[in-house]
């Protein structure tokens, strides 16, 4: 219940009326929500009332000042003026009832907006810890945790690798603490990605699904331009035309297993061959790092994900006449056929980012593992854990580890540091150069990070679930890559799902903080302060015991 309550107390009205709480000096962060209409000339509140103001407070733990307004509609008579009155007055009291602490006010004003005749509007003033927030920060290198793992630790030699035949046999994996582990790709600058289209006599392509491949491949450009915060462009170069493969594409469907990423799997080369063969003599290659092959999306060619292959992890290669190519994905049905919820360009997404060393978050050692939070402890938040999630994003811990988010958009402490601290945090999504991450180091191998969401129109899947608030996840340098490294702390029940329906499952973890929720972890209680138009306030605080 705290979970619906919390999401509709998320909603702030922007109608606004004079108080006499002003004082100078202080700056209050002002939050306000209307009660749901009173029935008659009723003047208790009704248990949806109760509910609506049992949120507000719940959602305002700081609140210096608890207005209660009665509004009344400009021409009704002035005898309305008790009974709105009436109603804030008794809004006002169960507000004390539940936080004694609160300092309320009640009272009554007309109104041109018929809409709010005969309402009570709840104003809640907390200070406003903006201009304090960001005080403690220490250097950044505080907090660059070590890997130190089953595949990595401290001091290990950092590779840079120069080409395929280096890296091949020798990459241990993709890092998920510092230092970064670079692939034989670039994971900053320009990477040069080939769209081939290829199809078959009994599978031929259409303009549509020309046309289709085109905005996917977009959406992928667009997704690495944003989650490097600009620093990494996707320099896309399309086929102009479908390539015909001769035969029939059945003699190159693929089963799960012949799918397979890594031991033998020698049929998923006789289509990469088929296809650089269809392709190779129209086709330059020269300087292409990444090759998407599209096929016609009408006939079950490849039955699971589709066939991948990474620079450092290959039983598969394109050989073309300018170079062998290492890195390449073609999404399958999976993807294909998931009526929108799971569209080729997140599997392009999540596939690239293994390439430019980018780490697996579900736990793979937890393969049958039905509890969720351990099974892929960052579910439905990060496209490296679920590529079918409603939340289309890479952490701000994930971003820092490649170098995208700068020292200076992360806020580093430690658990010692702290007594009572604010900090802001602005939407990871956005690229503005400003804070995105507070990275609170609890020991060698541990820390919990907090960053700011916000619903993205142009990646996130539409969701019933508010997804604008806080996430508070712990990250664990003992756990390699494909070992669940971070873990998203709720602040009502990690073991209590949400429902989020997309591609064959129906519920996420339920990991949003909004604004007054919060979770003690490591004797510290991390408490989503304020949630704002722009910028979000974190309080840390120490706990006893
Ligand atoms: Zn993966």
């Not at 938040?381 to 590529?387: P, S």
């Not at 503005?432 to 180091?441: A, Q």
């Amino acid at each position: 219940m705290k979970k619906l309550l919390a999401t509709i107390g998320a909603l702030v009205l922007t109608v606004t009326f004079a108080t006499p709480s002003q004082s100078a000096g202080v700056k209050y962060s002002v939050y306000q929500k209307t009660l749901a209409t009173y029935s008659g000339s009723a003047t208790g509140l009704s248990s949806v009332q109760k509910a609506q103001v049992r949120a507000t407070v719940e959602a305002n733990p700081n609140a210096d000042k608890f207005i209660c307004t009665g509004i009344r509609y400009f021409d009704q008579p002035m005898s309305v003026n008790i009974m709105v009155r009436k109603r804030a007055k008794a809004a006002c009291e169960y507000a004390k009832q539940l936080n004694p602490e609160l300092s309320t006010w009640f009272q009554n004003k007309p109104t041109q907006a018929r809409s709010y005749a005969g309402k009570v509007l709840l104003t809640v003033k907390s200070p406003d810890m903006r201009e304090e927030a960001n005080e403690l920060s220490l250097d950044a290198d505080i907090c660059k945790l070590q890997e130190d793992s089953r595949v990595r630790s401290p001091g290990d030699l950092v590779v840079d690798y120069t080409g395929e035949a280096e890296i091949r046999g020798r990459y241990r994996g993709n890092s998920t603490a510092f230092p970064f582990a670079p692939t034989a790709l670039p994971v900053t600058g320009a990477i040069d990605v080939a769209l081939v289209y290829v199809d078959w006599e009994d599978n031929p392509g259409t303009a549509a699904g020309y046309e289709y491949y085109q905005e996917q491949v977009k959406f992928f450009e667009d997704f690495y331009w944003m989650v490097s915060e600009h620093k990494l462009d996707m320099r896309i170069h399309s086929s102009e035309d479908w390539f015909r493969i001769p035969g029939s594409y059945e003699e190159l469907s693929l089963t799960f297993e012949e799918e397979a990423q890594r031991g033998e799997a020698p049929r998923k080369q006789v289509f990469y061959d088929a296809a650089v063969g269809a392709s190779d003599p129209e086709f330059d290659f020269t300087g292409i790092e990444i090759v998407f092959f599209a096929i016609p999306t009408g006939k079950s060619v490849f039955f699971h994900g589709g066939p991948h292959e990474f620079n450092f992890d290959w039983n598969g290669f394109l050989d073309t006449d300018e170079r062998a190519i290492y890195d390449t994905t073609t999404p399958g049905d999976w993807f294909l056929n998931s009526g929108g919820d799971e569209p080729p360009w997140v599997n392009y997404v999540h596939e690239v980012g293994h390439m430019i060393g980018i780490p697996h978050q579900a736990n793979e050692d937890a393969k049958n593992e039905s509890r969720l939070w351990i099974q892929n402890p960052l579910n439905g938040y990060d496209i490296m854990a679920n590529q079918g999630g409603a939340s289309r994003t890479m952490t701000s811990w994930l971003r820092w580890l490649a170098g995208w988010l700068d020292d200076d958009q992360v806020v580093c402490a430690t658990k010692e540091s702290i007594t009572e601290e604010y900090f802001e945090l602005h939407p990871i999504n956005e690229v503005n150069g400003d804070v995105e991450s507070l990275v609170i180091k609890l020991s060698g191998t541990e820390a919990v990070v907090v960053e700011s969401r916000r619903f993205d129109p142009a990646f996130d899947r539409k969701s019933k679930n508010s997804k604008n608030g806080l996430l508070v996840y712990t990250v664990d340098a003992t756990k390699a890559s494909a070992q669940g490294n971070q873990a998203l702390l709720s602040p009502r029940d990690i073991t209590q799902y949400i429902e989020e329906r997309y591609w064959r499952s129906g519920h996420e973890l339920d990991a949003m903080f909004f604004q007054g929720d919060s979770v003690v972890i490591d004797g510290l209680k991390i408490e989503a302060y304020s949630i704002g138009k722009d910028s979000d306030v974190v309080k840390v605080s120490k706990v006893s015991g």
